[in-house]
């Protein structure tokens, strides 16, 4: 390893990789120099040593420490290299804008998965794509590895996530209604929020970048219904902060009030429901969306946390925005969903560490 490759983080993920995209797009943008590694399964069990989860994408530091979960990550990076800040300074877009991220990169997950493995065409290409990059190692069959690939994949991110004939329609039409309304701003401006990239953009960015910008099914529906989505998140892979100037909109603008009509309707409901389950010690819980029924979906812990989170950078705020903030909440759906569920208490990270973790502690986080 050279002298700058020492100096420089490394990043292990995949090309292929949602939340991998989004980090490298945040890195890329603020010009922070990194190595990328591919995670191959040795990797990934090293990873689970050294972070108490093996998921992608991890970082270590050039000191020898790992990081993992983007969103804290880019908390971290932020407060290293303020400049340009990624998460706007005005508190009321800072707040909204970590509303958004957390939406869209935790309920297009699902949305996402279902394009890249429901779909023949679509599972066979990335299982290829998965066992050429991570998995040259493993011993044994091309073909056996990419049908366990699919299996595995298909069986745990989209089947076990609630996708059947009752919730395929919705599931799709959530990825469609987000095309339609990225479409309307990207039509006014470059970036969510203006001239430059804030944090709701990378949030947009994971689901869109690798997998619905690439993958053949969700990538046809992109380009013929969305071609100013294509172009943000081209436009966002090539951002540098060193050559791109310019200001943001002031407060929220009102073409954000679809999306977050999406958060009242949907997405905060289904916290909820994950967080009453989690309450109640399930491991499966069942929810009725937007009047669709998804069943025996996961318990996940880390979106009780998520819930948490959003609800401490709202008590976060000075008191104005705050105030502010709850006026654009109750108009669009999203004030009671928020504070629902009296005491999530998930127990996630309750000493503050993340995005370290030391490797004592597993978390649910892909």
């Not at 290299?81 to 005005?90: G, L, Q, S």
């Not at 010690?281 to 929810?287: L, P, S, Y």
């Not at 946390?305 to 108009?331: I, K, M, Q, T």
């Given at each position: 390893?050279?002298?700058?490759?020492?100096?420089?983080?490394t990043?292990?993920?995949?090309?292929?990789?949602?939340?991998?995209?989004?980090?490298?797009?945040?890195?890329?943008?603020?010009?922070?120099?990194y190595?990328?590694?591919?995670?191959?399964?040795?990797?990934?069990?090293?990873l689970?040593?050294?972070?108490g989860?093996?998921q992608?994408?991890?970082?270590?530091?050039?000191?020898?420490?790992?990081?993992?979960?983007?969103?804290?990550?880019?908390?971290?990076?932020?407060?290293?290299?303020?400049?340009?800040?990624?998460?706007?300074?005005?508190p009321?877009q800072?707040f909204?804008?970590?509303l958004?991220?957390?939406?869209?990169?935790e309920?297009?997950w699902?949305?996402?998965m279902h394009?890249r493995?429901?779909?023949?065409?679509?599972?066979?290409?990335?299982?290829?794509k998965i066992?050429?990059e991570?998995?040259?190692?493993?011993?044994?069959?091309?073909?056996?590895?990419?049908?366990?690939?699919?299996?595995?994949q298909?069986?745990?991110?989209?089947?076990?996530d609630?996708?059947?004939?009752?919730?395929?329609?919705?599931?799709?039409?959530?990825?469609?209604?987000?095309l339609d309304?990225?479409?309307r701003?990207?039509e006014?401006?470059?970036?969510?929020?203006?001239d430059?990239?804030?944090?709701?953009?990378?949030?947009?960015?994971?689901p869109?970048?690798?997998?619905?910008?690439?993958d053949?099914?969700?990538?046809?529906?992109?380009?013929?219904?969305?071609?100013?989505?294509?172009?943000?998140?081209?436009?966002?892979?090539?951002?540098?902060?060193?050559?791109?100037?310019?200001?943001?909109?002031?407060?929220?603008?009102?073409?954000?009030?679809?999306?977050?009509?999406?958060?009242?309707?949907?997405?905060?409901?289904?916290?909820?429901?994950?967080?009453?389950?989690?309450?109640?010690?399930?491991r499966?819980?069942?929810?009725?969306?937007?009047?669709?029924?998804?069943?025996?979906?996961?318990?996940?812990?880390?979106?009780?946390?998520?819930?948490?989170?959003?609800?401490h950078?709202?008590?976060?705020?000075?008191?104005g925005?705050?105030?502010?903030?709850?006026?654009?909440?109750?108009?669009?759906?999203?004030?009671?969903?928020?504070?629902?569920?009296?005491?999530?208490?998930?127990?996630?990270?309750?000493?503050?560490?993340?995005?370290?973790?030391?490797g004592?502690?597993h978390?649910?986080?892909?």
């Amino acid at each position: 390893m050279s002298t700058s490759d020492a100096a420089r983080i490394t990043v292990y993920g995949s090309a292929i990789s949602y939340y991998t995209g989004k980090l490298e797009g945040y890195l890329r943008y603020k010009e922070i120099p990194y190595r990328f590694v591919a995670a191959s399964p040795k990797i990934l069990r090293r990873l689970a040593k050294e972070t108490g989860a093996g998921q992608m994408p991890a970082v270590e530091l050039p000191d020898g420490r790992f990081m993992t979960d983007t969103t804290p990550m880019i908390d971290w990076f932020e407060a290293r290299h303020p400049e340009p800040a990624v998460i706007p300074r005005d508190p009321l877009q800072g707040f909204v804008s970590r509303l958004l991220e957390d939406y869209a990169e935790e309920w297009l997950w699902r949305p996402a998965m279902h394009f890249r493995w429901s779909y023949r065409k679509d599972a066979l290409l990335l299982s290829r794509k998965i066992v050429d990059e991570l998995m040259d190692d493993v011993p044994l069959p091309g073909f056996l590895k990419r049908f366990a690939i699919r299996r595995r994949q298909g069986g745990f991110y989209v089947r076990r996530d609630g996708v059947n004939r009752e919730t395929w329609d919705h599931v799709e039409n959530s990825y469609f209604a987000t095309l339609d309304r990225l479409s309307r701003i990207f039509e006014n401006r470059p970036f969510l929020l203006g001239d430059l990239p804030t944090l709701a953009d990378f949030g947009f960015f994971a689901p869109m970048f690798r997998h619905f910008s690439q993958d053949p099914t969700a990538a046809d529906h992109m380009r013929s219904r969305a071609p100013a989505v294509y172009e943000w998140q081209a436009r966002l892979w090539n951002a540098r902060a060193s050559r791109i100037s310019g200001d943001l909109v002031d407060g929220v603008p009102e073409d954000w009030g679809p999306l977050l009509d999406d958060i009242g309707r949907a997405y905060l409901p289904y916290l909820c429901a994950n967080a009453e389950g989690w309450r109640a010690g399930q491991r499966r819980h069942d929810t009725e969306v937007e009047g669709v029924h998804y069943r025996d979906l996961p318990v996940s812990r880390y979106r009780v946390w998520c819930l948490e989170r959003l609800r401490h950078h709202f008590d976060a705020l000075p008191e104005g925005p705050r105030s502010a903030a709850r006026v654009l909440l109750e108009r669009h759906g999203c004030w009671e969903p928020l504070w629902r569920i009296e005491s999530p208490d998930s127990g996630y990270d309750p000493d503050g560490r993340v995005p370290f973790r030391g490797g004592k502690v597993h978390y649910d986080r892909r």
